[in-house]
């Protein structure tokens, strides 16, 4: 089976530009994750879904980053503008609910590099 | 608040030898507790989990952690370390109250092993 899928891997941009990461997460898992890591503040929950539905983004860190899941096979992180401070590697986990026994998959890892 | 302490930030371990990688977490009841490990330019991988019942939990290359309740740890050991365990790993935390969804993580042990 396929694992978490996030695209791009790698990610340059300049400073105000758009930003959009990707993700699918394993199939029929139903909750979704974002993550961020930078090495000041390690890692980050930023928020997650549960059947596309997002359940909690109290770590999202500003106006400019927003998340979505249309459907349960696909999740967008968006930053608009984009910052240097938003500098880090974003990561996808998706886990499947039930028995006590959730385990989240987390996926490569978008590198990005705000200039 | 609501905490966990990787207290060391790189460990150098001779190929061959026994490692153990300390955990404490700060939180008013037992939480489900994690181990992930992170290959440089990789996702995050599960080693193990603790959710309740025996103590000694197994995991994955030859893993195992104990949790000991009244320490408020649950480290990790392996009786022989092999090169390929050079990585990163994180002592995660699920409070009992939202179950494994807000996990809450360490800061990492950066383990380097030597010839």
């Known amino acids: 089976d396929a694992g978490v899928i996030q695209s791009p891997r790698h990610e340059v941009t300049e400073m105000g530009q758009e930003v959009t990461l990707r993700c699918k997460p394993i199939?029929?898992?139903?909750?979704l994750f974002w993550y961020r890591q930078t090495m000041m503040r390690g890692l980050e929950l930023l928020i997650y879904?549960?059947?596309?539905?997002?359940?909690?983004d109290s770590g999202m860190p500003e106006d400019r980053f927003s998340a979505k899941m249309p459907n349960a096979s696909f999740s967008t992180l968006k930053i608009q503008p984009s910052e240097p401070r938003d500098s880090a590697v974003y990561f996808c986990a998706s886990s499947l609910a039930g028995g006590g026994q959730e385990t989240q998959y987390f996926g490569p890892g978008t590198r990005l590099l705000v200039l | 608040a609501q905490s966990v302490t990787q207290p060391d930030i790189h460990i150098t371990v001779s190929e061959g030898a026994s490692l153990e990688l300390r955990c404490n977490y700060s939180y008013g009841a037992t939480p489900y507790l994690f181990w992930y490990v992170q290959s440089p330019g990789q996702g995050l991988q599960l080693l193990l989990k603790y959710f309740s019942g025996d103590t000694l939990v197994q995991g994955i290359k030859g893993f195992e952690a104990e949790f000991k309740r009244s320490q408020s740890s649950f480290n990790l050991r392996k009786p022989s370390v092999h090169w390929s365990d050079a990585a990163e790993y994180f002592c995660a935390v699920g409070p009992m109250n939202t179950g494994f969804q807000k996990l809450v993580f360490g800061t990492g042990t950066r383990l380097l092993v030597s010839p």
């Open positions: 199939s029929g898992h139903d909750y």
């Open positions: 879904f549960n059947n596309n539905v997002p359940i909690d």
